[in-house]
């Protein structure tokens, strides 16, 4: 009974379709995924339709930048509701910033006299959450390029010529915007990046877990922060992080965690539901002066 709930989509920088996602998640026998590409949920209903058909238990999720002191950290809010309007109108924001960043780094490229235009970036995408990822296969595309690898060491890696930053709320925002959401904030791969240093202020801002497996984790960093995990009495979670064959061979099956970790995500979930539940009764009978 293993999980993984860390995957992306063709919906942002992942190349599966969700069908071909769910395919892959039952070739590896997994009972449970969730899906958490990046500002966006538009792959889950398709993908939960997938997972239902395959006896997969399907989480929705979805990946968000933020950043505290000014390191970059990813957050992973799971079970949100879709549906949420503060979430919606957040999701579109998000993605128009991620469409204009695009056109800028398009820019930069002309400027550089590469002949790149954003509509190839687009047509490649072909989706709501496009990234650099998008502008680097559409270089190799347009035979600009001759790898996804040199598109990023020449242009788009963190400052090279065409790189431009990205919009990134702050961690503080990112966890109230997932729990306004009814989601569980969750800080993904923390051994990426520097940001141990910012743990505890996350934790203070009420984060709820901990990514402690993943694929660029070693063992002594999963180890690491499982006791982190424990201290502070964060729930664990683990995935792939796979974005199907974008960067090179699929991830998806390399890290499978122990369903029981789904289960303590899960009632996590619920109890908070149930808390959520009594406290807008409490507020509507204070409300209404019984
Ligand atoms: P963005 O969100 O637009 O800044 O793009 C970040 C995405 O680009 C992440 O999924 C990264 O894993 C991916 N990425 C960063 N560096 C590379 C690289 N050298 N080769 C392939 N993908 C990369
Ligand atoms: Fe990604
Ligand atoms: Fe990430
Ligand atoms: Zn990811």
Known sequence: MLADLHLHT?????????????????RNALKAIALTD????????RLAAACEQL??????????TAE????????????????????????????EVRQRRIREMVERLN??????????????????????????RALVAEGLCSSLDEAFDRFLKKGKPAWVPKFKMSALEAIDLIHQAGGLAVLAHPG??????????VI????????CFHTKHSTWMTEHYLQIAEANRLLVTGGSDCHGMSKGKPLIGT??????????????????????????????VENSGV
């Open 10 to 26: 063709c919906f942002s920088d992942g190349t599966y379709t969700p069908e071909e996602l769910a395919a892959e998640a039952h």
């Open 38 to 45: 990046h500002d966006t949920m538009e792959g889950c209903p």
């Open 55 to 64: 006896g997969i238990e399907f989480i929705p999720a979805c990946e968000f």
């Open 68 to 95: 505290l002191d000014d390191i970059e950290i990813h957050l992973i809010g799971y079970f949100l509701d879709s549906q949420n309007e503060r979430l919606k109108v957040e999701l579109v924001r998000f993605q």
């Open 111 to 136: 400027g550089l006299g590469v002949p790149l235009r954003s509509e190839a970036v687009f047509r490649l995408a072909n989706c709501r959450a496009p990234g650099r990822p998008h502008v680097a």
């Open 192 to 201: 990426l990046n520097r940001t141990d240093e910012v743990i505890p202020q």
């Open 204 to 211: 203070a801002a009420g984060l709820d877990g901990l990514e």
């Open 255 to 284: 890290i499978k965690v122990p369903y029981q970790y789904v289960e303590s995500l899960k009632d996590a979930y619920h109890k908070r539901a149930v808390d959520n539940g009594i406290m807008l009764v409490q507020r509507a």
